[in-house]
């Protein structure tokens, strides 16, 4: 199947510091991409739904000036986390879809873990 | 409110059983219901799709029902093994290709 990789796999950063994590589709084009942030034991919840060469549309309560994603390529969409704070600690998860009808599957990457101290 | 509950948080059975996962929902009409395996610290991996007009679908082991009327699907997999350990989401999928997940059960297959 198709591969997304993400990276950093984990990050530790002090609060106030920004972070990038960029998610690469490796064997195909997505047209969309999708991140989103998983708590422990808890559902993945959507943070926003980016499409190369368009601003990312974000989901109620997420805060855009916050979480800056942006999607210059077809391969590679980057959500960075700006003046980091300790409740910005969580799994962050980005997914890749290759067409644009909705049935075609996501392939998710492996998750970044960041803790913010 | 849109709602999707996964039947229980855990679920632990004997090894060569039959694993049987429940995803019900409210106030949404998906077109499309998938089912993934998340394990500890990683991304979830598709299993399977099925669309709102499908009723069953089959994937060696794994199959999954679709039952637009009582809003459910089922999740089976035959023979379970302790490899197939993990936790399991249900997503509701719109036309618009937008994704709802359930929070998942843990199955645990015992040897």
């Known amino acids: ?117 | 409110s849109q709602k999707i509950e996964q039947n229980s948080e855990a679920l632990n059975i004997q090894e060569g059983k039959t694993a049987t996962l429940t995803c019900n929902y409210t106030n949404y009409s998906p077109a499309y219901l998938q089912w993934y395996r998340q394990d500890p610290g990683r991304g979830p991996v598709f299993l399977l799709l099925i669309r709102e007009n499908e009723k069953e679908k089959r994937k060696e082991r794994l199959k999954v029902t679709f039952d637009t009327t009582l809003k459910q699907s089922l999740f089976h997999i035959t023979a379970s093994q302790p490899a197939d350990s993990a936790t399991y989401l249900c997503a509701l999928q719109t036309n618009a290709g937008k994704s709802t997940f359930g929070d998942g059960t843990t199955l645990t297959v015992k040897p």
């Open chain 1, 1 to 117: 199947g198709a591969v997304v990789s993400q990276h950093p796999s984990r990050v530790i950063c002090k609060s106030g510091t920004s972070v990038k994590i960029e998610c690469r589709s490796l064997d195909f084009q997505a047209t969309t991409m999708f991140w989103y942030r998983q708590f422990p034991k808890q559902s993945l919840m959507l943070m926003a739904t980016s499409n190369e060469g368009s601003k990312a549309t974000y989901e109620q309560g997420v805060e855009k000036d916050k979480f800056l994603i942006n999607h210059a390529s077809l391969t590679l969409s980057t959500l960075t986390v700006t003046s980091a704070h300790p409740e910005d600690s969580s799994f962050y998860i980005c997914s890749a879809r290759e067409g644009t009808s909705g049935e075609e599957t996501q392939y998710f990457g492996p998750g970044t873990r960041l803790l913010v101290l």
